[in-house]
């Protein structure tokens, strides 16, 4: 296959366009499809999960985020072939998205369907492996899954939609380990949701002209010029309500601490956030791969000190 026709099959946002490239057309489609060639989906999809693990107060739990991990990766592919299902027809009217195996037609939605049910698959053996309560809450976030595509045609905040959905690893963590301290547990998951809506918020700048033009809503849009100061507090807000989750639990100015360099850095994305420069705000984006690391550290401090 020519250069020119791989790089009109993979896309422009693909962490992995040598790797992605080397497949045949149709493993390469599925791949695309799931997401397998940008990694940062997952990864945000999995730290959540770690935070509520690593505050629970067990230790390491090696084996349990090995699975945890397994199954970011499956349901975050599982749920971006439904995202692509539903959303073909939009995707074809904006540019970073038309190249998208459905929606340029490469990728029927019956073979879609199809890879969708063998991921899920997948992320059922996970589930299988918590204890039952936990099972019940992964669960629970299927609802808010099959509703997360139609978002952004009802509310200029899609942005706190995904919150709810991509952090919710978080509460599975957390309940697969214990089933107390739930004004911890709040106060942290509304903190994901705020960093969330932040880093979305960020990721949404790129699509802001074709957004407008076919209709889609989003919080970049609606925040217009104070895009800035929007995504500055919401941060602002996820690490205050950090904060206050790690206080409840240990009401220790120490653990406080803990947040500074995970405040730094995100600090640092609103600062040098810039709309303007192509290339930025799919740079910020992704460097909340780090940030869902050191709020992982901070929760792993916090919670297993003197344990």
Known sequence: ????????????????????ARLPQFPRDLAQLARFDRPIGWWLLFWPCAWGVWLAGAGWQIGLLAWMLLGAIAMRGAGCVYNDIVDADLDRKVARTASRPVASGRVSKKAAWAWLAVLAAVGLVVLLQLRWQAQLVALGS?????????????????????????????LVGWVALRGDRMD?????????????????????????????????????????????????????GAVALW???????????????????VALHLAWQVLTADGADPGNPLHRFRSNRMAGFLMAAACFVVGNAGV
């Open 243 to 261: 904060a206050l989750a790690f206080w409840l639990l240990r009401e220790d100015w120490v653990a406080i601490v803990a947040l500074v360099p």
């Open 184 to 236: 911890v547990l709040a106060a942290l998951y509304a903190g994901a949701i705020c960093w969330c809506i932040g880093y979305d918020t960020i990721y949404a700048l790129q699509d802001r002209e074709d957004d407008a033009l076919v209709g889609i809503r989003s919080s970049a849009l609606r925040m217009g010029e104070h895009v800035r100061a929007g995504v500055a507090l919401f941060y602002a």
């Open 142 to 170: 299927l609802v808010l899954v099959a509703a997360y595509p139609f978002m952004k045609r009802i509310t200029w905040w899609p942005q706190a939609w995904l919150g709810l959905v991509f952090t919710w690893g978080l």
């Open 1 to 20: 296959m020519s250069d020119t026709s791989v790089s009109d099959t993979v896309v422009p946002d693909s962490e992995h366009r040598g790797m992605v």
